[in-house]
Every structure is written in C-alpha cells, then in structure tokens.
C-alpha cells in the first residue's frame, strides 16, 4: 500500500514561517507530479502549486503575493514535498493538503490525497 502524511503545520504568527512536508510511503517506483492544496473555512479547495518530477514549478494565480512567499519543492530520492511558507498571514489559514501521481510501476498510476495538515496564522 502506498500512503501519503503531511506535517509540519501548527499555530504562526503573522510574518512567520513554516515548512510543510508531504512523504510517500509504500512499494513505489516512481512519482509524477505532485501539488499543495488548501481549504480555508467556508471556502473550497484552491490550489497552491503543482511541482513534476523533475522540478518544473507552477503557483497558483489567484494570489499573486503567495507566489513570492511560497515555495514547492521536493526530494525524489526520499519520496516528500515541501512547501515552504515565509511572510505568513491570517489569510493564510487553512488546511494545506498534498496530493501524489503515484506509480507502483512503470505503467500504472494513481492520485493519492494526504488527510491534510491545519495551518492557522493568528496573533
């Protein structure tokens, strides 16, 4: 079986940091792309960035300024994404979800969804 943990969220301040990871694990031979998703309360799931396997990056549009305070990226070798968040803000709370284009061979994928992890920017 193949699952998908986020961690790293938790209570910031305005103006903080935070770096989130998103870890597969489970017989996998290789990943595809894979993205950050958040959902504030009330509101529906956005996306936040998609990053493929070999690195190509692309921010969501709908927030100009989370494309400078926000960054995608991953390691390969260990299966995890990251999201890294500086500059945070109260608009910023939400449940950050990641989600994997996992193969378990080379010719068979499927989407994989973590169950999320809360981030609340509150002072």
């Known amino acids: 079986q193949v699952q998908l943990v986020e961690s790293g969220g938790g209570l910031v301040q305005p103006g903080g940091s935070l770096r989130l990871s998103c870890a597969a694990s489970?017989?996998?031979?290789?990943?595809?792309?894979m993205g950050w998703y958040r959902q504030a309360p009330g509101k529906q799931r956005d996306l936040v960035a998609t990053?493929?396997?070999?690195?190509?990056?692309?921010?969501?549009d709908y927030d100009n300024d989370m494309k400078g305070r926000f960054t995608i990226s991953r390691d390969n070798a260990k299966n995890t994404m990251y999201l890294q968040m500086n500059s945070l803000k109260p608009e910023d709370t939400a449940v950050y979800v990641c989600?994997?284009?996992?193969?378990?061979?080379?010719?068979?994928?499927?989407?994989?969804w973590g169950q999320g992890t809360q981030v609340t920017v509150s002072s």
């Open positions: 989600s994997a284009d996992v193969r378990t061979d080379p010719l068979f994928s499927r989407t994989l």
């Open positions: 489970g017989t996998i031979h290789s990943i595809d792309d």
């Open positions: 990053i493929s396997s070999t690195g190509r990056v692309n921010y969501a």
